[in-house]
Nanobody, 114 residues
Framework: QVQLVESGGGLVQPGGSLRLSCAVS????????MGWYRQAPGEQRDLVAG???????NYADSVKGRFTVSRDNAKNTVYLQMNSLKPEDTAVYYC????????WGQGTQVTVSS
């Protein structure tokens, strides 16, 4: 049974930063292309960043230049560094493979507000 555990969310002022973590257990993490997703209230869950097994990254236009995805295959963990946060970044953030291979974790709430 694969488990995804997201952490690192919180309340931050506009312009602030947060670093999210997603720990994966129960699967061969290092062969997967991983993604960070977010879902705001009343909206669909969207992919915002992806990273291949070899560290090649891509980003949604809305976060490009502000977010950085990385991974540590030895720790089975993927990270999302979020800088210059905006109120529209407020959402629950989740990780999964880009193929949505696994069941979703509980996510971590990010709230950007003054």
């Amino acid at each position: 049974q694969v488990q995804l555990v997201e952490s690192g969310g919180g309340l931050v002022q506009p312009g602030g930063s947060l670093r999210l973590s997603c720990a994966v257990s129960g699967s061969r993490f290092n062969i997967r292309t991983m993604g960070w997703y977010r879902q705001a209230p009343g909206e669909q869950r969207d992919l915002v960043a992806g990273i291949t097994r070899n560290g090649i990254t891509n980003y949604a236009d809305s976060v490009k230049g502000r977010f950085t995805v990385s991974r540590d295959n030895a720790k089975n963990t993927v990270y999302l560094q979020m800088n210059s946060l905006k109120p529209e970044d407020t959402a629950v953030y989740y990780c999964n493979t880009v193929d949505l291979t696994w069941n979703w974790g509980q996510g971590t709430q990010v709230t950007v507000s003054s």
